[in-house]
């Protein structure tokens, strides 16, 4: 038995893939008027028009509408949050959006919940300016995921330029260098700042206070 959802949506992958986009994104709205609440069907339509037709509105007005009917549908929540998280008038809602993401992102499924945890730490570093937020879900992230050397790479540079912490940005650039030791920026940030922060014998440095 044939699966009609199925089928436009295959069918629009093929005419994207062939170069019309516009052709695929008029199928799925076809189909979409015989059955609003397919939701598989409004997000492939939804990417089409923000990365294929660079109708960035009309696609967003489309993840509306799914999580409009379905607030806890992952699928469009990661795609709200990964198109509107540049855009400061939307910093509120995407800020609300990761924390129900995170919510529903069983953590036992750890590398799935580290990249959620990941990406909410640079959206709060970067839009939000929530410096120790960011480390917390950077930390949430390095839990779940140890090994996934970028999330201790972007850890240390929250630390560094960031949160001033150079104890715990010495520790996850010796965690990057252990993982990846080809790195040659975390080599080059962890050797300026073992010069400029801590002394010979690998201690932080005490800060001097000049009298006036």
Known sequence: MSDPAFEAISKARRQTE???????????????????GCSKARLELARIMVYEL??????IEQLDI??????????ALKA??????????YREQVDEDYRRLISLTPEKDRRE???????YAVF??????????????YEKAI???PGAYEYHQDYA???????????????????????????????????????TKFDADGNLKKKRFFRH
């Open 18 to 36: 062939g170069g019309n986009p516009q052709g695929a994104c008029e199928t799925l709205q076809t189909f979409l008027s015989t059955d609003p």
């Open 54 to 59: 660079d109708r960035r509105k009309e696609g």
């Open 66 to 75: 799914i999580l409009s009917e379905d607030p806890d549908n992952i699928d």
């Open 80 to 89: 709200s949050t990964t198109v509107r998280m540049t855009e400061k008038r």
């Open 113 to 119: 919940y580290a990249k959620v945890c990941a990406a």
């Open 124 to 137: 709060l570093r970067v839009q939000m300016v929530r410096f120790q937020e960011s480390g917390e879900y």
């Open 143 to 145: 839990a779940a995921d």
């Open 157 to 195: 540079v929250l630390l560094l330029n960031d949160l001033k912490d150079y104890v715990k940005a010495k520790a996850e650039l010796e965690e990057v260098l252990r993982l990846k030791p080809n790195s040659l920026s975390a080599r080059k940030n962890y050797d300026i700042l073992m010069k």
